[in-house]
């Protein structure tokens, strides 16, 4: 799951509906989820990016989801990511229609995805992604 984290406790993570959106669709498999349920980071700084570089190279399909906020979610971090990522065919990408300065993504996704749908509604992405590894 990866895309911006919440830095305050009064910001609630996207990433527990994913995850029960996933479950509703009957997905029991290992879904890497770099925060702990309370939305904290896991890791000191230097062991959460090896973590997530890790989790990022295992994980069958990566999910961005990308719901930007500048003010309480800048997404710096998963600007680099997404564009680190963005080439790989296992890349599926999301964020809402409310979501600030993601144009240029929209636009490096589908240079590399050609007409994949890019999904703003995050329970559709998970039903999605959901179906794809029940294949």
Same mark, same amino acid.
């Given at each position: ?8 406790? @009064? ?16 997905? @029991? ?16 700084? @230097? ?21 930007? @906020? ?66």
């Amino acid at each position: 799951m990866a895309g911006p984290t919440p830095r305050s406790k @009064d910001v609630p993570s996207w990433r527990s509906s994913a995850c029960g959106y996933l479950q509703e669709q009957g997905f @029991d498999g290992i879904v890497y989820v770099p925060e702990l349920s309370s939305g904290a980071a896991q890791f000191s700084y @230097d062991n959460q990016i090896a973590w997530e570089w890790e989790a990022l190279e295992k994980a069958s399909i990566i999910v961005f989801w990308i719901p930007r @906020d500048r003010a309480i979610m800048p997404a710096f971090t998963t600007n680099v990511e997404f564009g680190y990522c963005v080439r790989e065919s296992r890349v599926v990408y999301g964020r809402p229609d409310s979501a600030e300065l993601n144009r240029y993504l929209d636009r490096l996704y589908r240079r590399h995805h050609g007409e994949s749908v890019i999904f703003n509604d995050l329970q559709k992405l998970c039903n999605h992604v959901a179906k794809m590894l029940s294949t």
